[in-house]
């Protein structure tokens, strides 16, 4: 029974650590991890690779069902696989990041990944990072957390990993995607990005990795 399979989320908006501090928690803990917003962006991406115009709900619900999302683990970092081809690094723009986002309020799009999200539900646990693990996905997870972080440091962190990558951005720009990122997924009428009532909410501005990983992880009861 995938019930019982232990499940913790951790939600919130984009550039809230997110990410990062998920797959930290997965490693500690042992656990498989759920980066649920690689599969609204691989829906995104493979929509670009067909040309699909982001009105047109009908086309982006059938580009949902027709995509084959597939992960690789077996390297150092997690590789996405989209109809096939790794897009790992095409996934990580701000052109698919948008593109998701448009997407992601589609209710059909939606619904179509729920059950290949529930599906990563498998022993020995599951650590679930996206918007709405804790509200829709798993909602009987065990625990559940939302990190938040100021729009001006999750710019700032967003403004660093792109210039590593060689990204030319301004940090205007940058904000200004964020908050409009944030008021669209927090705005759209079905799953709304808002922390589950009984998720712990922890601010990440000023906090480094290693401080909210631990925070994260005294969450949950001593493991033996
Ligand atoms: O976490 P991310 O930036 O990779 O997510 C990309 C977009 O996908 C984000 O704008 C909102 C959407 N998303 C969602 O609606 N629900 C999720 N569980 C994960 C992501």
């Known amino acids: 029974m995938t019930a019982t399979v232990p499940v913790l989320t951790i939600d919130g908006p984009s550039g809230s650590g997110k990410g990062t501090i998920s797959r930290a928690v997965a490693q500690r803990l042992g656990w498989h991890y759920l980066d649920s917003g690689a599969l609204y962006r691989a829906v995104g991406v493979a929509a670009g690779w067909a040309d699909l115009d982001l009105d047109d709900a009908g086309a982006l619900v059938r580009c949902t069902f027709d995509t084959t999302i597939g992960f690789d683990e077996s390297g150092d970092e997690l590789r996405v696989l989209v109809n096939g081809h790794d897009a790992t690094?095409?996934?990580?723009?701000?052109?698919?990041g948008a593109a998701a986002s448009a997407i992601a309020?589609?209710?059909?799009?939606?619904?179509?990944?729920?059950?290949?999200q529930r599906a990563f539900?498998?022993?020995?646990?599951?650590?679930?990072?996206?918007?709405?693990?804790?509200?829709?996905?798993?909602?009987?997870a065990g625990w559940k957390v939302f990190l938040t972080a100021s729009a001006e440091e999750r710019a700032d962190r967003r403004y660093k990993q792109l210039k590593n990558k060689g990204v030319s951005v301004t940090m205007d720009g940058l904000l200004r995607e964020i908050l409009a990122r944030d008021a669209r997924d927090a705005n759209r009428s079905v799953a709304p990005l808002r922390p589950a009532e009984d998720a712990v909410r922890i601010d990440t501005t000023?906090?480094?990795?290693?401080?909210?990983?631990?925070?994260?992880?005294?969450?949950?009861?001593?493991?033996?």
């Open 206 to 224: 000023g906090l480094g990795i290693d401080a909210v990983v631990e925070r994260v992880l005294a969450l949950l009861p001593a493991r033996g």
């Open 105 to 116: 309020a589609i209710p059909e799009v939606r619904a179509a990944l729920k059950d290949r």
């Open 89 to 96: 690094d095409e996934l990580r723009t701000e052109t698919a």
């Open 121 to 140: 539900r498998v022993e020995p646990g599951l650590v679930a990072d996206g918007r709405d693990m804790g509200t829709v996905i798993f909602p009987d």
